[in-house]
C-alpha cells in the first residue's frame, strides 16, 4: 500500500524516500461517486503537489459490484488519466459488454481516443522524466494568474486540451412518503432465522427507515443469529422523481418490482447493484429479499434521478471549444455544463495543434510515421506540438 493512500483518499505521502519507483496504486478502493471523485483529486494533486505523476486507480472499483452508469463514468476518467487498468475482486468482472450497450461503445470510444492520443501521453511522460511536470497538469502550472485554476477536479493533458471528469451520481435514501405497505407509511418487513427465507417469520412489522447495518451482528428484533438470517420487504412504491433505485448489500439481494425481478445479487459478497428507470409518479409493487451468511451485514436502498450529470468547469484564457458539441467559450469563465452517459467534458484551446497515430488494438500496431494533425485555427494563438520518438525496444 503506497505511503498515505488509503481508500482513495489521498491524506499525506510523508514517506516518499521510502518508493523507488513514482507509479502508486490507490488500494482496493469502492465503486460509488463518492470514490471516483477522490481518485480524480488524488490524481490531479499527487502530480502537482506531490511529486506523483502516475496514479493508478482500479478502474470500476474493486471491492463491489458497480452500476452501469458508475461504470462508464470510471472509464470516462480512466481513459484520459496516466493509466488506464481495470480490476476488481472476485466473483465481479470489469469487461465492458456485462454494463449495457452504453458502457461498451463509450468504452470503444474513449480507449479508441486514449490509442490516438499515444503520441501526447509519451511526450508527456518523456517531458515529466526530464522536467517533472506533471502529465495531468492542474491549471495553474499554465495560468497561476487565476485562483480558480488550483481546483483538483479538472487538468489538461498538454498546453491544448482540458479535461473536467465526472464523478457521478451521489445516491439518496429512498424517502419514507415514497413507499406504503397497507395504506402505511414504509414496507412490511419478515426476519427470518434462516437464509433461505423459508418457514414461518421470526419477526413481522413495518420498515419506516429501509436503511439498516448490523456490523458484524443481527436484527435486534430477532437477537440470535448474529448470522444466517434473512428478510424480506414488501409493498408498493410511487416514484416521486423520474430515478431509478439502488441497493448496497452484505450478502445476497434480489428485487422484483411489479413481480419482475429486476436485480439479482444472491451472492455471498458485498454488492452494489440498481434497476432500471422509473417514470415520475409511477407506483409499482416492490418486493426485496436479502440474506446474511456471515461476516458484516447491511442493506442500504438508495435512487439516484435520471437527470444528466452537471459540474462546474473553470476554463483560463482563450477560447475553448467543447470537442462534442462545438460550442466555444470564452475564458476566463466558468462554466456550467451538462452531459448524458455517452460524453465527459473535453475542451480544446482554439490554437491547438494535436498528434494523431491511427487507432488500434494495441500500441504495438501504431504507425508514427503516418500522423493526423488535429489543428484548431486561430487568429490569436500559435501553438507547437513535440514527437518524442524511440526504437520502441530498448531504453535507446
Request: hydrophobic fraction near 35%.
Amino acid at each position: 500500500m503506497p505511503a498515505g493512500i488509503w481508500n482513495g483518499e489521498l491524506r499525506h505521502a510523508p514517506e516518499l524516500a521510502d518508493h523507488r519507483y513514482t507509479l502508486h496504486w490507490t488500494g482496493d478502493i469502492g465503486t460509488s461517486a463518492e470514490v471516483l471523485a477522490n481518485e480524480i483529486y488524488n490524481a490531479v494533486l499527487g502530480g502537482v503537489e506531490l511529486g506523483l505523476p502516475y496514479m493508478s486507480s482500479d478502474l470500476g472499483g474493486h471491492t463491489s459490484e458497480v452500476s452501469n452508469e458508475m461504470y462508464v463514468r470510471w472509464i470516462q476518467f480512466g481513459a484520459l488519466s496516466t493509466i488506464c487498468r481495470v480490476h476488481c475482486t472476485k466473483p465481479f468482472s470489469r469487461m465492458p459488454w456485462l454494463y449495457g450497450e452504453t458502457a461498451e461503445s463509450v468504452t470503444k470510444e474513449y480507449v479508441g481516443m486514449r490509442y490516438r492520443l499515444m503520441p501526447l501521453f509519451y511526450e508527456l511522460a518523456h517531458e515529466n522524466y526530464m522536467t517533472g511536470l506533471p502529465i495531468m497538469r492542474r491549471l495553474d502550472i499554465n495560468y497561476p494568474q487565476y485562483q480558480e485554476a488550483d481546483r483538483n477536479d479538472e487538468y489538461l493533458l498538454g498546453d491544448y486540451i482540458l479535461v473536467a471528469p465526472i464523478p457521478g451520481k451521489s445516491y439518496t435514501d429512498i424517502p419514507i412518503d415514497w413507499v406504503s405497505s397497507d395504506g402505511k407509511a414504509g414496507l412490511k418487513l419478515e426476519y427470518f432465522k434462516n437464509k433461505n427465507l423459508s418457514g414461518t417469520p421470526a419477526w413481522t412489522g413495518m420498515d419506516t427507515a429501509l436503511q439498516h447495518d448490523w456490523g458484524t451482528g443481527g436484527p435486534a428484533e430477532i437477537g440470535s443469529p448474529a448470522d444466517q438470517y434473512s428478510a424480506r420487504w414488501s409493498g408498493n412504491i410511487t416514484f416521486k422523481k423520474a430515478a431509478y433505485l439502488t441497493f448496497y448489500a452484505d450478502d445476497g439481494i434480489r428485487v422484483w418490482i411489479d413481480d419482475k425481478k429486476v436485480v439479482d445479487g444472491w451472492g455471498v459478497y458485498d454488492t452494489y447493484l440498481s434497476t432500471p428507470f422509473y417514470e415520475a409518479g409511477s407506483t409499482h409493487t416492490i418486493r426485496i429479499e436479502y440474506f446474511e451468511d456471515g461476516g458484516n451485514a447491511h442493506i442500504k436502498m438508495g435512487y439516484a434521478e435520471t437527470a444528466n450529470d452537471r459540474r462546474d468547469v473553470f476554463l483560463p484564457e482563450g477560447v475553448w471549444m467543447d470537442v462534442w458539441t462545438g460550442k466555444e467559450y470564452t475564458g476566463p469563465c466558468t462554466v456550467t455544463v451538462e452531459h448524458g452517459l455517452e460524453t465527459s467534458p473535453i475542451f480544446v484551446r482554439q490554437g491547438a495543434i494535436i498528434p494523431l497515430v491511427k487507432q488500434t488494438v494495441n500500441t504495438s500496431e501504431s504507425d508514427w510515421s503516418k500522423l493526423t494533425l488535429d489543428v484548431y485555427p486561430s487568429k490569436d494563438y500559435s501553438a507547437t506540438a513535440t514527437i518524442y520518438e524511440d526504437d520502441t525496444i530498448t531504453d535507446a
